[in-house]
């Protein structure tokens, strides 16, 4: 049986640490795609050359031709300009909505059976932009949001309780951007659930909320230590995990930015939320009770990524 294609549609920082891991782990042929020529070229070629090293069968092959990416199984899309020190992921929606207009065009005529995950930020007016200028179905499409935000939570609890970030599970709801919801509630330490952790005394009420700050604040803090660019290595990693789970058919439980229409009262909006992902891509979204508190969070998130499409539509008539 051939061997499955990722085609990575940006080859800056994410586009190829997401080459490096997808060959590394052997999920498939990858194609790097990127308007800067001679970058995914360079890279390519780079991570190839570790093949031999690394002992991994994979072709790696660097484009500026959307022809290269014809038939690809899963996208994976970071084209697009990140944040620099001091601006939102909202101030990139004006730059990044053209790019997504280009790449939503150039899967639609050469990808269109694809997984398609979107990582460009301001990721849920992003994702959401995508589907529509690609015209995928929505099962199809999702973004990379919560599993980055919630490895974030986890990572920061395993630091704060002294114990292995494996055995730490979080949830993190809600659209990606300084409305997140971290879900204390259903954030367990091998099932024993923070709220209890608290009780235990493990940790105290403020500590957590620290941590969930923290959380929120996961990407800003990276921006302002890297100064020229943002994270690359843990969103790289989450949407890896998301391409396993659908060309292996997992079956995992993720949060990510889905299509949401019916499910937590919604109509027709992309936020994150907790899904399965398999074959089907996003084959279920699960509905979780929301306490009070919880939901007037997650309305809020909701409020947020609405108000980001809407002014998508109002930067592109043609998406009303
Ligand atoms: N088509 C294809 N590639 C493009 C296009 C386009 N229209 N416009 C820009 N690019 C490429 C750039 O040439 C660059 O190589 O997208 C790449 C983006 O890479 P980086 O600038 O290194 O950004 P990165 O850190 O990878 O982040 C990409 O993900 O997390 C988000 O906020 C982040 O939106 C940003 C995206």
């Not at 943002?230 to 995992?252: G, N, V, W």
Request: aromatic residues 6%; proline residues 4%.
């Amino acid at each position: 049986m051939a061997r499955p294609k990722i085609a990575l549609i940006g080859a800056g920082q994410i586009g190829g640490t997401l080459a490096h891991l997808a060959a590394m782990k052997e999920l498939g042929d990858v194609v790097l795609f990127d308007i800067a020529e001679g970058i995914p070229q360079g890279k390519a070629l780079d991570i190839a050359e570790s093949g031999p090293v690394e002992g991994f069968d994979a072709v790696l092959k660097g484009t500026n031709d959307y022809a290269d990416i014809e038939g690809a199984d899963v996208c994976i899309v970071t084209a697009g300009v990140p944040r620099k020190p001091g601006m939102s992921r909202d101030d990139l929606l004006g730059i990044n909505l053209k790019v997504m207009k280009a790449v939503g065009e150039g899967i639609k005529t050469h990808a269109p059976n694809a997984f398609v995950i979107c990582i460009t930020n301001p990721l849920d007016a992003m994702v959401w932009a995508l589907r529509e200028y690609s015209g995928l179905p929505h099962e199809k499409v999702v973004g990379m949001a919560g599993v980055l935000d919630s490895a974030r939570f986890r990572h920061f609890l395993s630091l704060e309780f002294g114990v292995s970030m494996r055995d730490v599970t979080a949830f993190v709801l809600g659209g990606h951007g300084d409305t997140m919801v971290p879900l204390v509630r259903y954030s367990t330490v091998a099932g024993i659930p923070l709220p209890d952790l608290v009780k235990m005394g493990w940790t105290t009420q403020e500590k957590l909320d620290a941590i969930v700050q923290r959380t929120r604040d996961g990407g800003a803090e990276i921006v302002g230590l890297l100064k020229t660019g943002s994270a690359f290595y843990a969103p790289a990693a989450s949407a890896i995990e998301m391409a396993e789970a659908y060309l292996k058919d997992q079956k995992r439980v993720l949060p990510c930015a889905a299509w949401v229409d019916g499910a937590f009262g919604l109509k027709g909006i992309y936020v994150g939320v907790p899904t399965v992902l398999g074959a089907g891509g996003v084959e279920r979204i699960v509905e979780i009770e929301l306490s009070k508190e919880e939901k007037a969070m997650f309305d809020k998130s909701v409020e947020a990524v609405r108000g980001l499409v809407a002014a998508c539509k109002g930067i592109d008539a043609s998406l009303g």
